[in-house]
């Protein structure tokens, strides 16, 4: 399968571990887009579904620590966008149990790394582009 999402240059947000942050979740959402798809065993799946999780979280945590630290003034909005992505993400991870090993879940958790994935990329590339210029003005100063 080729690489589904991508880091694309447009995406910089002016701040090197913001980033490499963003990179690494588009690594490991097509790793496991990848595993899924090549029919891997469930307990890496349910592994990279973890460590993906995991990242996230403290990827939209350390963002918006950051954008605090900086003063950055649309910080709410921000943060609501965030959390509006982990309400519908735990509902649809929710939805499936990713123990159980059957199709069905297989095509669940497809669905929940596809909506990350456009998610993400929109994200990126509309809203964090948003504090982006705030940084990069800054970064001026
Ligand atoms: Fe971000
Ligand atoms: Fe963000």
Known sequence: MDVKFEWIEEMSVNHNILDEQHKKLFE??????RA???GNADNMVQELVDFFENYMNKHLAYEE???KDIGYPYL?????QHEIFVKKYNELK?????????ED????IFDIENFMGLWLTNH???EDQKFAQYIQQRNQK
Not at 28 to 33: H, P, R
Not at 76 to 80: A, F, S
Not at 105 to 108: A, E, K, P, V, Y
């Open 124 to 126: 990126i590339l509309v």
């Open 105 to 108: 879940n297989h095509r669940i």
């Open 28 to 33: 490991k959402l097509n790793e496991l887009l």
């Open 94 to 102: 929710e939805s499936c149990d990713c123990s159980a090993n059957n």
């Open 65 to 67: 620590e950051y954008l």
């Open 76 to 80: 709410q909005e921000h943060h609501e």
């Open 36 to 38: 899924i798809v090549d």
